[in-house]
T-cell receptor, first 111, second 113 residues
Framework: SQTIHQWPATLVQPVGSPLSLECTVE??????LYWYRQAAGRGLQLLFY??????ISSEVPQNLSASRPQDRQFILSSKKLLLSDSGFYLC??????????FGEGSRLTVL | KQEVTQIPAALSVPEGENLVLNCSFT??????LQWFRQDPGKGLTSLLLIQSSQREQTSGRLNASLDKSSGRSTLYIAASQPGDSATYLCAVHTSGGSYIPTFGRGTSLIVHP
């Protein structure tokens, strides 16, 4: 069966510090991978999606970046966090254009 | 550009009621529509996936219908329970080459005893 893991689950970081959130998918190959952010009281915002290794599309210009070093690994990064980067980050995967599955999320608080 | 709207934004009902949550979309050329549940502080859990060729899908007390021509889907929850309290989101995969699903903003449901 397919599973998706995200870590860390919770993160508290000072402004200006770096960020690395990881997402790993098991039980499937060549998935589409997505990073979403969910800010308090707001809907899901798509940040990045990837259809293959090294193929990253950005939906929102910002100080975040994403990488896909392996087929089932998706990493969200920042060199310098802003207060506005606080939120709930969700990784998801599917096979085109099939059922979408989400991880448990990573709660980021920037102080 | 596909737009997905969910009405109502919030709903509070007593236990035992049958509920209908609505999802509407502007572009009827879709591959599928998916309903999710999200508990506070958690990820999204897939409830039902309806392919564009299907009219409805059922899982336990949940029934989702799809009317592509009118751009609407409904999620019916029978005999609601306090454990059904959560936010319910729908997402649409639109035909035409994009891999990206479009989400509604969700309906926040509270079922009180």
């Amino acid at each position: 069966s397919q599973t998706i893991h995200q870590w860390p689950a919770t993160l508290v970081q000072p402004v200006g510090s770096p960020l690395s959130l990881e997402c790993t998918v098991e039980g499937t190959s060549n998935p589409n991978l997505y990073w979403y952010r969910q800010a308090a009281g707001r809907g899901l915002q798509l940040l990045f999606y990837s259809v293959g290794i090294g193929q990253i599309s950005s939906e929102v210009p910002q100080n975040l970046s994403a990488s896909r070093p392996q087929d089932r690994q998706f990493i969200l990064s920042s060199k310098k966090l802003l207060l506005s980067d606080s939120g709930f980050y969700l990784c998801a995967h599917n096979r085109d254009p099939g059922e979408l599955f989400f991880g448990e999320g990573s709660r980021l608080t920037v102080l | 550009k596909q737009e997905v709207t969910q009405i109502p934004a919030a709903l509070s009902v007593p236990e035992g009621e049958n509920l209908v949550l609505n999802c509407s979309f502007t572009d009827s050329a879709i591959y599928n529509l998916q309903w999710f549940r999200q508990d506070p502080g958690k990820g999204l859990t897939s409830l039902l996936l309806i392919q564009s060729s299907q009219r409805e899908q059922t899982s336990g007390r949940l029934n989702a219908s799809l009317d592509k021509s009118s751009g609407r889907s409904t999620l019916y929850i029978a005999a609601s329970q306090p454990g059904d309290s959560a936010t319910y989101l729908c997402a649409v995969h639109t035909s035409g080459g994009s891999y990206i699903p479009t989400f509604g903003r969700g309906t926040s449901l509270i079922v009180h005893p």
